[in-house]
């Protein structure tokens, strides 16, 4: 059967306008008219497919990237291979350089004292003021004239000008500049007052917010300081600035007394150590402590004996030597005008040497005693041995005569030195050999076994040898004026030693200014032993020293103002032509006097010579006999050194030429 399909359903259609019907004229009734016909809506344009953005290759961007960042990269690892390995010690360098803080650490300076241990010169605390430029420029301390305003507040306590510490606080580009070397620290807690009271203006209300002194600071430092003064000035010397020995036996021991200095390092920032980071360095090493052979108490005695007479004899200058006759330390060396090392701007440059040790000059009759020890020792001539002395002596060129006009002198050998004699030396020592020539040379050979015509032994800086010809280019005048003390030039340093070789039976002891030196450590070590010579022998020298009690002894003697009661006194007056150093010719004396006691046990040399002495007497018996006697009592007095009780022998000084 066949199937049957369900009736399917109609689907009306879209309605369709009307069709408008023509009009009739028979038309029984009127229709209306018809509507217009809707506006038929334009067609939609037909819905666009959405676009679609196809992404481009991301390769090129990548790889323009990665070739920029390779560029970078390798610009990174350049530098730092620049940096760490080809310039790696530069740039530590400099890196250490801001990083770190490098100071020195000033050693101590050791101390000189006198044998007695009593200091004659130390160090004591000081600081270094100093600034920092920068804290002064207007940025930072906003008041214009704060350099000017810093200065007129540090100039009185500082001792200089205003303008010149104004000028180093204005140093362009610096954090650091150094306003005052060595002060002391009550300058120091005076600045730091001001800065107390600066800072508190800065903080109240309506302050100027700024405190002037804040860019001031200090650094930790020594002063060298001379407690006595002037005493012993010469022999000391002095430091300069930069605290180095710059005189004397400051100039002298400086590698003993100066010590090493030490070295710190710490981490810095802006100027200040990081308390944190450590810090690490040498230790300063002292420097070691000097003993002097100087005893302060003699050295007081003759320094203010000899400042004395040169002031009252209106002298240029003069000088004083103390001597142990045994051992020849120096105990005294007294120089006259001084200075004081504890103010340099005060001083006299003239002054500021040892003029014992640094002055050469012809020192006339004390001179003798080295000729008649080579007559005696030649055995040319005895004390007793008689010599006629005439009132004038031709020789070579010249008229020779002695200081005082006389008649002529019927002298024994011991008189001659007594009375000093000129004639009488010259007659004395051409019998030395059998022609003058001879004569020359041997008494050459002694005066330079006496020492004269070389340095010391001191080492003292700036001391001079004297002069001395050979004897070979002895003038003719000087072939006579030599033995009585003209024609040649010592220092006062040797002239005592001849005296002190006499008294030490003979033998020559090098001088010694220092006993010895004690380390940090505190342990002691004694100066070399000072070198000996045999110049005569004990008997020449023991009659030597009964000759020269003649001098102070005897009645006719010239040295009988440097008698001390109960003592038996050796000495010789001296009074030399002086060649003026401006003028280049004689013009004025130095007079002079050398002597020990007591003279049969001799302990103590003294000698004394003053330079042009233009007021009262210019002989040496009148105006160093009593500087002698003065000293000799007070050095005899500190050593306790007692009279010996013995008489003296009294040697003749004249003889009777009648038959």
């Known amino acids: 059967m066949p199937s049957q399909e369900?009736?399917?359903?109609?689907?009306?259609?879209?309605?369709?306008?009307?069709?408008?019907?023509?009009?009739?004229?028979?038309?029984?009734?009127?229709?209306?008219?018809?509507?217009?016909?809707?506006?038929?809506?334009?067609?939609?344009?037909?819905?666009?497919?959405?676009?679609?953005?196809?992404?481009?290759?991301?390769?090129?961007?990548?790889?323009?990237?990665?070739?920029?960042?390779?560029?970078?990269?390798?610009?990174?690892?350049?530098?730092?291979?620049?940096?760490?390995?080809?310039?790696?010690?530069?740039?530590?360098?400099?890196?250490?350089?801001?990083?770190y803080q490098e100071y020195t650490l000033s050693a101590e300076r050791g101390e000189i004292t006198d044998r007695n241990g009593i200091a004659l010169a130390s160090s004591v605390d000081a600081y270094d003021i100093t600034a920092d430029p920068k804290l002064f420029t207007p940025e930072e301390s906003k008041v214009p004239d704060a350099p000017e305003q810093a200065a007129a507040l540090l100039a009185p306590l500082l001792g200089k000008q205003p303008a010149e510490i104004a000028k180093k606080l204005r140093t362009p580009k610096s954090r650091y500049t150094l306003l005052a070397r060595k002060q002391t620290p009550q300058v120091w807690n005076q600045i730091r007052d001001l800065k107390r009271v600066y800072g508190q203006k800065a903080q109240e209300p309506g302050g100027t917010k700024v405190n002037l002194l804040g860019g001031i600071l200090s650094e930790p430092s020594s002063k060298r300081v001379y407690p006595n003064g002037?005493?012993?000035?010469?022999?000391?010397?002095?430091?300069?600035?930069?605290?180095?020995?710059?005189?004397?036996?400051?100039?002298?021991?400086?590698?003993?007394?100066?010590?090493?200095?030490?070295?710190?390092?710490?981490?810095?920032?802006?100027?200040?150590?990081?308390?944190?980071?450590?810090?690490?360095?040498?230790?300063?090493?002292?420097?070691?402590?000097?003993?002097?052979?100087?005893?302060?108490?003699?050295?007081?005695?003759?320094?203010?004996?000899?400042?004395?007479?040169?002031?009252?004899?209106?002298?240029?200058?003069?000088?004083?030597?103390v001597q142990d006759t045994r051992t020849g330390e120096v105990l005294a060396m007294a120089n006259a005008p001084g200075f004081d090392?504890?103010?340099?701007?005060?001083?006299?440059?003239?002054?500021?040497?040892?003029?014992?040790?640094?002055?050469?000059?012809?020192?006339?009759?004390?001179?003798?005693?080295?000729?008649?020890?080579?007559v005696l020792e030649e055995g040319k001539a005895a004390p007793d041995t008689h010599v006629v002395v005439p009132n004038r002596l031709h020789r070579g060129d010249r008229l020779f005569k002695d200081d005082v006009d006389h008649v002529t002198w019927?002298?024994?050998?011991?008189?001659?030195?007594?009375?000093s004699s000129n004639i009488g030396t010259i007659l004395a020592t051409g019998q030395l050999g059998a022609t003058q020539a001879e004569s020359n040379?041997?008494?050459?050979?002694?005066?330079?076994?006496?020492?004269?015509?070389?340095?010391?032994?001191?080492?003292?800086?700036?001391?001079?040898?004297?002069?001395?010809?050979?004897?070979?280019?002895?003038?003719?005048?000087?072939?006579?004026?030599?033995?009585?003390?003209?024609?040649?030039?010592?220092?006062?340093?040797?002239?005592?030693?001849?005296?002190?070789?006499?008294?030490?039976?003979?033998?020559?002891?090098e001088p010694s200014l220092v006993r010895g030196t004690k380390g940090p450590d505190g342990r002691f070590t004694p100066a070399p032993e000072p070198g000996k010579t045999r110049v005569v022998s004990e008997k020449t020298a023991r009659t030597l020293a009964e000759m020269l009690e003649s001098v102070v002894d005897d009645r006719e003697g010239t040295g009988t103002r440097a008698a001390i009661p109960g003592y038996r006194v050796a000495g010789k007056t001296g009074t030399a032509n002086r060649v003026d150093p401006e003028l280049g010719r004689y013009k004025g004396y130095t007079a002079s006097f050398a002597g020990f006691a007591p003279a049969d046990a001799p302990r103590v040399t003294v000698y004394c010579a003053i330079?042009?002495?233009?007021?009262?007497?210019?002989?040496?018996?009148?105006?160093?006999?009593?500087?002698?006697?003065?000293?000799?009592?007070?050095?005899?007095?500190?050593?306790?050194?007692?009279?010996?009780g013995r008489e003296a022998p009294r040697l003749p000084v004249t003889f009777d030429p009648t038959p």
């Open 6 to 99: 369900p009736p399917r359903r109609r689907v009306p259609g879209p309605a369709r306008p009307a069709r408008p019907r023509p009009a009739s004229a028979g038309a029984r009734t009127a229709r209306p008219a018809p509507r217009p016909a809707a506006k038929r809506p334009a067609p939609r344009p037909p819905a666009r497919k959405p676009r679609t953005i196809k992404l481009g290759s991301p390769r090129p961007r990548l790889r323009l990237i990665s070739v920029g960042l390779t560029l970078v990269m390798l610009v990174f690892v350049v530098r730092l291979l620049q940096v760490q390995a080809v310039h790696a010690d530069a740039y530590t360098a400099k890196a250490a350089a801001y990083r």
């Open 230 to 321: 002037e005493l012993a000035a010469g022999i000391l010397g002095y430091v300069n600035a930069e605290g180095r020995g710059a005189g004397g036996v400051e100039s002298m021991l400086d590698g003993e007394l100066a010590g090493k200095d030490g070295k710190i390092r710490f981490t810095q920032s802006n100027g200040r150590q990081v308390p944190t980071a450590g810090s690490q360095g040498t230790p300063a090493v002292p420097g070691s402590d000097v003993e002097l052979t100087i005893d302060r108490d003699i050295q007081w005695a003759a320094q203010r004996a000899i400042t004395e007479q040169v002031r009252k004899s209106k002298a240029d200058r003069g000088y004083v030597i």
């Open 341 to 374: 090392p504890n103010d340099l701007s005060a001083a006299n440059s003239a002054a500021m040497g040892n003029a014992a040790l640094q002055d050469a000059y012809e020192p006339g009759s004390t001179s003798k005693v080295m000729s008649m020890a080579a």
């Open 410 to 419: 019927y002298l024994t050998l011991n008189g001659v030195l007594a009375k």
């Open 441 to 509: 040379r041997i008494l050459d050979s002694y005066l330079r076994k006496f020492g004269i015509g070389s340095p010391t032994g001191l080492d003292y800086p700036g001391e001079t040898p004297g002069i001395l010809a050979r004897p070979e280019k002895w003038s003719t005048s000087q072939q006579y004026t030599i033995p009585f003390g003209q024609g040649l030039s010592v220092n006062a340093m040797q002239a005592a030693s001849v005296y002190s070789t006499i008294a030490n039976g003979g033998v020559r002891v």
């Open 611 to 644: 330079q042009n002495p233009t007021k009262g007497s210019y002989f040496g018996g009148q105006i160093c006999g009593p500087i002698y006697k003065k000293v000799m009592e007070f050095a005899l007095k500190t050593l306790h050194v007692a009279p010996t």
